[in-house]
């Protein structure tokens, strides 16, 4: 499968050179989410990269005795409800997989220490919680590029890009110039600063499109 490219500023220009097609059988995916906790709840989290332990301090609204906090937890997940909450203390996946017989819990007064144990202690857990996801930058499209696309010489459509300018100005400048090809050659390779002629060396429908290959460096 042949690219042949250009931004929308510029005028199109087809690729002659031929490509290959490969299908490969759709992976299935399953969507996570980061350990989430209720609003009236406070988590503090001890991720130490060099410790083997995770730990999770929640501290309750109120005192509640020890038999009201269930904690449940999974390889990949884990659950916490205490009796008379309506929301779930705290619940979602982990960012690696734990060694759940070396996992416990306890409680004083207000507050739940749940302590896991990591399955791979270079793992990091330094983004565990949802609530330190970093909000998303601004996503105002400022440039639209496009990939027009050739399957064994034939025109077979056009991907457009929008790209976010305001949230990363250089990165968009970059990937405007590759399109138009307006930068000429490398002066390392000596070879032209475009996409124009890149081919797709790996497809899997529904799922991804991966074009320029850097084992045959094209």
């Not at 989290?45 to 038999?67: E, I, Q, W, Y």
């Not at 007064?109 to 998303?136: F, I, S």
């Not at 991966?210 to 045959?216: A, S």
Request: a positive charge; charged letters at 25%.
């Amino acid at each position: 499968v042949i690219m042949s490219l250009a931004s929308r500023a510029a005028s199109s220009v087809p690729c002659s050179l031929n490509g290959r097609r490969r299908h490969r059988q759709r992976r299935s995916t399953t969507t996570t989410s980061l350990l989430r906790h209720a609003a009236d709840i406070d988590v503090a989290l001890k991720a130490a990269g060099d410790s083997r332990d995770v730990v999770l301090t929640l501290t309750l609204p109120r005192d509640v005795p020890r038999h009201a906090v269930r904690v449940n937890i999974f390889k990949t997940s884990m659950r916490v409800t205490v009796d008379g909450m309506d929301d779930v203390a705290l619940e979602g996946d982990f960012p690696h997989a734990v060694d759940v017989d070396g996992c416990f819990w306890d409680k004083d007064e207000a507050t739940v220490r749940v302590t896991l144990e990591k399955l791979n202690r270079a793992d990091d857990w330094g983004l565990t919680l949802e609530r330190d996801v970093p909000a998303p930058g601004d996503t105002t499209v400022t440039t639209r590029c496009f990939f027009d696309i050739a399957i064994n010489g034939k025109r077979a459509g056009r991907i457009v890009f929008g790209l976010f300018g305001a949230h990363v100005p250089k990165t968009v400048e970059n990937f405007r110039a590759l399109c138009t090809g307006e930068e000429g050659l490398s002066a390392i390779s000596g070879k032209p600063l475009t996409y124009k002629g890149n081919c797709f060396h790996r497809i899997v429908k529904g799922l991804t499109l991966q074009g320029g290959d850097f084992t045959l460096q094209n």
